[in-house]
T-cell receptor
Framework: GQSLEQPSEVTAVEGAIVQINCTYQTSGFYGLSWYQQHDGGAPTFLSYNGLDGLEETGRFSSFLSRSDSYGYLLLQELQMKDSASYFCAVKRDSGNTPLVFGKGTRLSVIA | DVKVTQSSRYLVKRTGEKVFLECVQDMDHENMFWYRQDPGLGLRLIYFSYDVKMKEKGDIPEGYSVSREKKERFSLILESASTNQTSMYLC????????????FGPGTRLTVT
């Protein structure tokens, strides 16, 4: 089967840094994506890691280690608007195989 | 601007009714997907399509069917709605090579009574 593990909930203080981890066990691995979903909204794409290492996009960064089957999303200078659910998703191959999503991490940013 | 639209934000149906959920994308994307989202279970893939008139089962296809007669439109059909199909339904699309970046519609919250 396919398995993506991420914490169900994380709480962090405004202005701080938070890391959301994702560990995967899938039949094949091509890359790791991250999505953000606010309450009542649609998931939106944040980042993609096809290679090991860190990808930075503004306050958000994403990291991948293929050897450890592990990745994380790093959010810096947290803002209240970052309160949302965050999903990791594995792309298993380069073809038409759908993403496998984790169950999501609910991030609450508090003052 | 990229856009995926779904026919309804909220829908209430009775048990046994046939239900149609429509999804339209204006990005000329080849691939389209239907998910359901339930608390604590994340996004679960129902069906997907990588071309017109093509469809593939996802993880939870039972009780659902789909139709894709035109490239921009992907319909999800509940042949005989049941209460356990009460859920948020999300449609998504992506280009043929861009599976990692999916564009989602706003969702349809379906309640079956």
């Amino acid at each position: 089967g396919q398995s993506l593990e991420q914490p169900s909930e994380v709480t962090a203080v405004e202005g701080a840094i938070v890391q959301i981890n994702c560990t995967y066990q899938t039949s094949g691995f091509y890359g790791l994506s991250w999505y953000q979903q606010h309450d009542g909204g649609a998931p939106t794409f944040l980042s993609y890691n096809g290679l090991d290492g860190l990808e930075e996009t503004g306050r958000f960064s994403s990291f991948l280690s293929r050897s450890d089957s592990y990745g994380y999303l790093l959010l810096q200078e947290l803002q209240m608007k970052d309160s949302a659910s965050y999903f990791c998703a594995v792309k298993r191959d380069s073809g038409n195989t759908p993403l496998v999503f984790g169950k999501g991490t609910r991030l609450s940013v508090i003052a | 601007d990229v856009k995926v639209t779904q026919s309804s934000r909220y829908l209430v149906k009775r048990t046994g009714e046939k239900v149609f959920l429509e999804c339209v994308q204006d990005m000329d994307h080849e691939n389209m997907f239907w998910y359901r989202q339930d608390p604590g279970l994340g996004l679960r893939l129902i069906y997907f399509s990588y071309d017109v008139k093509m469809k593939e089962k996802g993880d939870i296809p039972e009780g659902y069917s789909v139709s894709r007669e035109k490239k921009e439109r992907f319909s999800l059909i509940l042949e005989s709605a049941s209460t356990n199909q009460t859920s948020m339904y999300l449609c998504a699309s992506t280009t043929a090579g861009g599976y990692y970046e999916q564009y989602f519609g706003p969702g349809t919250r379906l309640t079956v009574t």
